[in-house]
């Protein structure tokens, strides 16, 4: 494993993103918070200091990561996209960013934050 990261996770449903922040956990990085609306995810993002963040793609009422990922691009914060099969196009500042596929597993959440960390 490479260093220890602190991760901001952005998810809708509150047992995927407990499940979520288990996985993160006993890789052995820390999870400081989570968010469920981009609103959510923003104010977090500017109060805690973390090195990486998951951020599921579509979330409740039809919004999208996009905002938030936005302003991660451009504080040079590194971030995975979950997603469980999103057909639209992602914007293209984002065409190269990570993808965490649902439903999670162990070994698939291992090897994305790995290649956040090298």
């Not at 400081?32 to 609103?39: E, H």
């Not at 039809?62 to 914007?91: F, I, N």
């Amino acid at each position: 494993m490479n260093s220890p990261l602190r991760i901001l996770i952005v998810e809708d449903e509150p047992l995927i993103a407990m499940m979520l922040e288990d996985f993160v956990e006993t890789l052995g990085h820390s999870c400081v918070g989570t968010a469920d609306t981009v609103a959510g995810a923003i104010a977090l993002s500017d109060q805690q200091s973390f090195d990486a963040a998951i951020l599921d793609v579509n979330l409740r009422g039809g919004e999208q990561c996009w905002p938030v990922a936005d302003k991660l691009a451009d504080a040079g914060k590194r971030y995975l996209l979950a997603s469980g099969g999103q057909t639209e196009a992602r914007p293209g500042r984002h065409l190269d960013a990570p993808i965490l596929a649902k439903p999670f597993t162990m070994d698939g959440v291992r090897i994305a934050l790995d290649s956040l960390s090298s």
